[in-house]
């Protein structure tokens, strides 16, 4: 009987340990990830300026052949130098064609028609191109579309030594230690919500002590877009509470997350 008893409250020691709440910096209740995909110009127009004014850090993945960056790389080079994250988000955004509104895939894009190996390179060379750009070796990446096979296969699991997190899954929060999987991080797609809407989000990861990603596109301009008015009401609302939200890049949060859960 004895001996039951230890190995049940040893399970239970055990159970608590794994599933041990975040310690954010500065007793924050929420680490809030604003990611913004493509390398839009809205980006750069409106939402680095708002994040800078804020003392916000953010993440932006980046497709190498994005038009902004051979016209506007000095403006990227500065993102990174005030602390942003230039996350990878391949070279030419190749995604899956199939299923409803992929009609804009083009076929030598398409990643139903490429090998794992093909789509692995164009990754590893992106890692390349943005390591020039800012001189980093450790970031994030987030799979075009979030899709995860190229010709029915994955060809993400080998990529995992070169990144410290992926954001690959639906929504939700990862609210403690045993919740996290740093290469099936969920995301928030945030495409057409309101200011109220944004902010309930992070309040939500606030009542749990959670990490919450927010996806962004364009931000009052171009595809899958926000308003201006809604992301500054959620800016200002981050930035009016910063002892309770830390607002920073997706790989700094991660490497926070991953020493506290031991991955």
Partial sequence: MHKLLTAVVGLLFASAAAAAPFAWPQGARAAVSLGYDDGLASQLDHVMPALNARGLRASFYVP???????????????????????????????CSARGPGRDWVLPHRDLDRQTPAEVQEHVLAANTWLQSLDGRTRRTFTPPCLDLTAGG???????????????????????????????????????GMSGEQLIALVEQAAAQGALVSLLFHGVGAEHLSVTR????????????????????SFVNIMEAARRQAGR
């Fill in 64 to 94: 190498i052949n994005s038009p902004t960056l051979p016209s506007r790389q000095h403006e990227w080079k500065a993102a990174a130098a005030a602390g942003h994250e230039l996350g990878n988000h391949s070279l030419f955004h190749g």
């Fill in 153 to 191: 296969q994955d060809f993400v699991t080998a990529l995992q030594p070169h990144f410290v997190a992926y954001r690959a899954a639906g929504p939700g929060l990862v609210s403690d230690t045993a919740q996290l999987k740093p290469y099936a991080m969920p995301v928030y797609f945030v495409e």
């Fill in 229 to 248: 008015e809604a992301h500054d009401q959620l800016l200002d609302h981050l930035a009016r509470h910063k002892d309770r939200f830390w607002t920073d």
